[in-house]
């Protein structure tokens, strides 16, 4: 089953995701994401895999709501999208095939995604595209999964209470995390790299127990667990947690990611 098909989302988890994702993560990923990319007033701004849309909701403070455009292959994600910010301009599409002309946007911007589409390449020269040849294209992704002091120790845990689905499903999000690797898909799509750092943001949740909630009910994992598989990992997570358990009882959990910004490169394919 390609990752597309295994992270299409019920409208529930989308406004789960929306309710709890957005503030205790991608929030402050989508605000690095748009400084990066030095998103200004009157640019045309696309966020591919918009999800239920945080980076063009942050966009558009800074370019203007009728400026950015968000596309999702999920009408659940676009559902709360629209509910949310109704003014943004939500379409329905795949990465790899954008339904947009070329040279169309200033920015491109995809957050926390491009690990999940079954050809990085196919979706990066996509991207490309259809920015304008003077444009930008920037993409965040979590590192790799050695390189997180949490989230390492939390999939470990999560494969032993639940087995190998685990592993398959939690795995995917550190698939592009090599540095190297995302450099050279980028170059691979017609890209230039400007620049690639390495950010460690923190997520915040209100105990370990709902990080746990966040991190299975927001994921397919949900519908894989037995309730006492569910229960293992709700008792184990206290321990992997307690390096970063606040005095109040909260946890700010380190997450490592890649922000990379490039540029269609002179004389690019598409």
Same mark, same amino acid.
């Given at each position: 089953?390609?990752a597309?098909?295994?992270?299409?989302?019920?409208?529930?988890?989308?406004?789960?995701y929306?309710?709890?994702?957005?503030?205790?993560?991608?929030?402050e990923?989508?605000?690095?994401?748009?400084?990066?990319?030095?998103v200004r007033p009157?640019?045309?701004?696309?966020?591919?895999a918009?999800?239920?849309?945080?980076?063009?909701?942050?966009?558009?403070?800074?370019?203007g709501?009728?400026?950015?455009?968000?596309?999702?292959l999920?009408?659940?994600?676009l559902?709360?999208?629209?509910?949310?910010?109704?003014?943004?301009?939500w379409?329905?599409?795949d990465?790899?095939s954008?339904?947009?002309?070329?040279?169309?946007?200033?920015?491109?911007?995809?957050?926390m995604?491009?690990?999940?589409? =079954?050809d990085?390449?196919a979706?990066l &020269?996509?991207?490309?595209?259809?920015?304008?040849?003077?444009?930008?294209?920037a993409?965040?992704v =979590?590192?790799?999964l050695?390189?997180?002091?949490?989230?390492?120790?939390?999939?470990?845990?999560?494969?032993r209470?639940a087995?190998?689905?685990?592993?398959?499903?939690?795995?995917?999000?550190?698939?592009?995390g090599?540095?190297?690797?995302?450099g050279?898909?980028?170059?691979?799509? &017609?890209?230039r790299?400007?620049?690639?750092?390495?950010?460690?943001?923190?997520?915040?949740?209100?105990?370990p127990?709902?990080?746990?909630r966040?991190?299975?009910?927001?994921?397919?994992?949900?519908?894989?667990?037995?309730?006492?598989?569910?229960?293992?990992i709700?008792a184990?997570?206290?321990?992997?947690?307690?390096?970063?358990?606040? =005095?109040? &009882?909260?946890?700010g959990?380190?997450?490592?990611?890649h922000?990379?910004?490039?540029s269609?490169?002179? &004389?690019?394919?598409?």
């Amino acid at each position: 089953m390609a990752a597309s098909d295994t992270f299409q989302l019920e409208l529930e988890a989308a406004e789960f995701y929306e309710e709890k994702f957005v503030p205790a993560l991608f929030a402050e990923w989508a605000r690095l994401l748009v400084e990066e990319a030095d998103v200004r007033p009157g640019q045309r701004v696309l966020d591919v895999a918009c999800g239920t849309g945080i980076v063009a909701r942050t966009a558009a403070e800074r370019a203007g709501e009728e400026m950015v455009a968000g596309l999702d292959l999920n009408e659940a994600m676009l559902s709360v999208a629209r509910r949310v910010r109704p003014g943004i301009r939500w379409l329905q599409g795949d990465a790899a095939s954008l339904p947009f002309p070329d040279r169309g946007f200033d920015v491109v911007l995809c957050q926390m995604a491009l690990m999940f589409f =079954p050809d990085p390449v196919a979706a990066l &020269g996509e991207m490309r595209r259809v920015a304008d040849d003077a444009g930008t294209v920037a993409v965040v992704v =979590p590192g790799r999964l050695d390189d997180q002091p949490a989230y390492g120790p939390f999939v470990q845990l999560a494969v032993r209470c639940a087995g190998e689905q685990a592993a398959e499903l939690l795995g995917t999000y550190w698939a592009c995390g090599d540095a190297g690797r995302l450099g050279a898909l980028t170059e691979a799509a &017609g890209l230039r790299v400007r620049s690639l750092r390495p950010y460690l943001a923190t997520a915040g949740y209100g105990s370990p127990e709902d990080f746990v909630r966040v991190e299975v009910e927001g994921t397919p994992l949900a519908r894989q667990l037995s309730a006492r598989q569910y229960a293992l990992i709700r008792a184990g997570v206290r321990d992997v947690l307690a390096p970063y358990l606040r =005095p109040d &009882g909260s946890v700010g959990v380190p997450l490592q990611g890649h922000i990379l910004v490039a540029s269609p490169a002179v &004389g690019g394919t598409g």
